[in-house]
């Protein structure tokens, strides 16, 4: 090997590296902000009550346990999961939009929910494989940290936007890092 095949594989470990670390602290950055983006759509244009804290917390965790024990043994990439989790987070943004204030809606916000939290779940429970636990809890959880404040930052310095754009840009490049190293976008055996 030369000296230059060295570098060159070296640099391709170290690339491999910072993807392996920075891919659960994107995921957790992109579940901050949904999360806390969703809690404050509801929050603003649904009900400012207790229930609706509850309803964003227990739907999550509802999905989390479905993504956790069942979803993630269908034949669907994670990418898939995270595109479908993107897909409920517009709906629930459109219609919190298009009809504000209408309690009529509040089953649907909570289904929505709930498949937004199975992303999480399926997730955890396929990356489990890959990584140590403690390992991914501690990318994940910070970057969740940063990603709920940083939803919070956006949503008082930029408004609705912040929250409507910033999961979108997030995912992205988590679907992308997904891509890059094929392990992460990982199907069941």
């Not at 806390?36 to 309803?55: A, C, H, I």
């Not at 489990?128 to 991914?136: A, D, E, H, K, N």
């Not at 956006?154 to 992205?172: D, E, K, Q």
Request: no cysteine.
């Amino acid at each position: 090997m030369t000296e230059l095949e060295a570098v060159l594989s070296s640099d391709e470990m170290s690339n491999s590296q910072l993807v392996h670390r920075v891919y659960p602290l994107l995921v957790g950055l992109l579940l901050g902000l949904v999360q806390t983006g969703l809690f404050f759509q509801l929050s603003f244009t649904y009900s400012s009550n207790f229930r609706t804290y509850v309803m964003v917390v227990i739907g999550w965790l509802m999905g989390s346990v479905v993504g956790l024990r069942v979803a993630t043994k269908w034949p669907i990439p994670t990418n898939g999961f995270l595109l479908m989790a993107l897909f409920a987070y517009a709906i629930s943004s459109s219609m919190l939009q298009l009809r504000p204030f209408e309690t009529t809606f509040g089953f649907l916000y909570a289904f929505l929910t709930i498949l937004i939290g199975i992303y999480p779940g399926v997730f955890f429970a396929r990356m489990g494989t890959i990584y140590q636990v403690r390992q991914l809890f501690f990318y994940e959880n910070n970057g969740f940290i940063i990603g709920l404040v940083g939803a919070t930052l956006l949503f008082m310095l930029v408004g609705r936007l912040g929250i409507w754009v910033s999961p979108v840009l997030v995912a992205s490049l988590v679907i992308i890092l997904g891509m890059y190293g094929n392990q992460y976008d990982i199907l069941p055996t």
